[in-house]
């Protein structure tokens, strides 16, 4: 599969939900459930359907600022795509 472009909508695939409790969040899927904490978490929720992943990217080298940008870009993207072939999420 290839990476998101950055104009890419991310948002959960078909089928998968967000659950748990606004601490333990979980994301819950046909074959069960990824529990989500810190920037997977953060990557996740904003994998609206709405946002693209360029903005996506953006929004977490600014909150991100210390870290190297393409490494962000890299990371996400692996974490998506990772994501996608689960199919729990889609662009």
């Not at 459930?33 to 810190?38: P, R």
């Not at 946002?51 to 974490?79: M, N, V, Y």
């Amino acid at each position: 599969m290839s990476p998101p472009e950055d104009t890419s909508q991310p948002r959960l695939a078909a089928g998968c939900r967000w659950g748990g409790t606004e601490e333990a969040r979980v994301i819950l899927f046909p074959e069960g459930a990824i529990k989500l904490q810190g920037t997977g978490r953060q990557v996740l929720e904003r994998c609206d359907g709405e946002r693209t992943f360029g903005q996506i990217i953006s929004e977490l080298q600014s909150q991100f600022a210390d870290a190297d940008p393409a490494k962000i870009r890299a990371d996400i993207s692996q974490f998506l795509e990772q994501l996608r072939h689960k199919r729990i999420v889609d662009y």
